[in-house]
């Protein structure tokens, strides 16, 4: 049997807020990473159409205030409805080119209702199949502005030649039981996406890895005070606060000992790549296996919620 994996990360910019112009960058990135032989290619958080930086710059929490709206309704507007198709052509990609894909979006769901959004994680198989959504159980401090909470239904491993992967977003990953609820399906490769920036990743990736003994992906973006849209509602106050480097990625990737394959990518744009061996995942969980010989379910057991939530339950 294969054991080894070929990953691509994608550490790139969005076209801010533009999800036609991101959504062309990310299938060519997929293209790319296809040349070079990748069989799993994982995007940031919220890449799709990229991450809500205006909050912090331009008083986000300020109350009934015409920033404040007119910059929300652009961002669902640009967000994604997967039941509408608007992520066929990524599907058509992973199965052209026999490629797997963790993508984060902002996710546009016609099962609450089409008007709020959420922080997705979206995994898309070899056969070009969406597997999983995972939408984020908890926006982090001003992302719930803009942000809702979502559910456990995306709480799922998925088969990969010999891996068996799971994902979260950003700060899902310093929650010990969404981690233990992929850990006890028998995640073995676990991917950590990120909006950017290396103080994210750069300590969470290795404990990760060396509490599960698994491979981790941390896979950040870029953002630039540069790469703000002119055309963006309100573009002169969002940049009169930014600073010059908003998202710097820190993409990266530990072993199951803990330790670097990758170590933190700062400032890069584009594709980096490293091949995984399964066997390494054996070879570590043989003195440390945290949800098999080294557990207790008879002490401590967790529950896990998997159901898909909605307001309205049309029998």
């Known amino acids: 049997m294969n054991t080894s994996l070929k990953i691509a990360m994608a550490q790139i910019a969005p076209v801010w807020l533009d999800k036609s112009a991101t959504l062309q960058k990310i299938e060519k990135s997929i293209s790319d990473a296809a040349k070079e032989q990748a069989e799993l290619i994982v995007f940031g958080e919220a890449l799709l159409p990229g991450y809500p ?3 912090a710059l331009t008083g986000g929490a300020e109350w009934n205030t015409d920033v404040n709206k007119k ?4 961002y669902v507007n640009n967000s994604i409805c997967i039941e509408k198709g608007e ?11 026999n490629i797997a894909i963790y993508l984060g979006i902002m996710e546009r769901p016609e099962d609450r209702g089409g008007h709020s959004i959420y922080a997705s994680l979206v995994y898309i198989n070899q056969e070009g199949s969406v597997e999983s959504v995972h939408r984020k159980l908890q926006p982090t401090y001003d992302e719930r502005l803009t942000w809702a909470p979502g559910d456990g239904n995306g709480l799922k491993v998925h088969p990969l030649k010999a891996f068996t992967v799971g994902g979260l977003n950003c700060w899902e990953n310093w929650m010990p039981l969404p981690r233990t609820a992929l850990y006890g399906q028998g995640e073995n490769l676990h991917i950590a996406v990120w909006p950017g920036s290396d103080h994210n990743t750069k300590d969470i990736t290795r404990f990760i890895a060396r509490e599960s003994r698994s491979y981790v ?3 950040s973006s870029l953002m630039a005070k540069s790469d703000f849209p ?3 509602p309100y573009y002169n106050e969002i940049i009169k606060n930014a600073p010059d480097t908003l998202a710097n ?5 530990a072993g199951p000992d803990g330790e670097w394959i990758v170590e933190p990518v700062l400032h890069k744009d584009g594709l980096i790549y490293e091949t995984i061996d399964f066997n390494r995942v054996l070879e570590e969980r043989q003195n440390f296996d945290v949800v098999g010989h ?3 379910p008879d002490v401590t057991k967790l529950t896990v919620n998997t159901e898909r939530q909605t307001t309205v339950e049309i029998k």
Not at 71 to 74: I, R, Y
Not at 87 to 97: T, Y
Not at 249 to 253: A, Y
Request: proline share 0%.
């Open 87 to 97: 992520l066929d052509s990524v599907c058509k990609l992973a199965k052209a080119h």
């Open 71 to 74: 910059l929300h309704a652009h």
């Open 53 to 55: 930086f205006w909050l």
């Open 249 to 253: 990625g820190g993409s990266c990737i």
């Open 294 to 296: 080294y557990s207790r």
């Open 217 to 219: 992906v941390s896979v």
């Open 230 to 232: 002119k055309d963006t």
